[in-house]
């Protein structure tokens, strides 16, 4: 079973881990996780640190935006299937 570990907790890990004064295998050792998942960790903060300096309007913006996009394709793809379907209920009545 996989273990969960709280947001709080793994910025705290990656804080250890940036600071050098342990070595990854250490912290891990200390924490009881597995260092691959200390570097995934590590891994995701660089790769998304450059985010805490947009302007929280333009984040927000930009997941509404991802959102309102989603939801237009999921619209399109129920419009497409009820039509289908009802192409197919029309076949089969037509059948029978």
């Known amino acids: ?3 969960r570990h709280s947001p709080d907790f793994k910025a705290e890990t990656v804080i250890e ?9 250490q912290i891990a050792s200390a924490k009881h ?5 200390i570097y995934a960790w590590k891994a995701h903060v ?9 302007p929280q ?6 997941l509404r935006a991802d959102y309102e996009k989603r ?11 009820t039509t ?12 029978t």
Do not use: C
């Not at 881990?17 to 295998?25: M, W």
């Not at 996780?33 to 998942?37: G, H, K, M």
């Not at 939801?71 to 299937?81: C, N, P, Q, S, V």
């Open 33 to 37: 996780v597995a260092p691959t998942q």
């Open 46 to 54: 660089l790769q998304e640190l450059h985010t805490l300096f947009e």
């Open 57 to 62: 309007g333009k984040r927000d913006a930009e």
């Open 84 to 95: 289908q379907l009802e192409w197919l209920k029309k076949k089969i009545w037509l059948r």
């Open 1 to 3: 079973m996989q273990k």
């Open 71 to 81: 939801i237009h394709e999921l619209y399109a793809e129920i419009g497409k299937l």
């Open 17 to 25: 881990v940036l600071k050098e004064d342990q070595t990854v295998n």
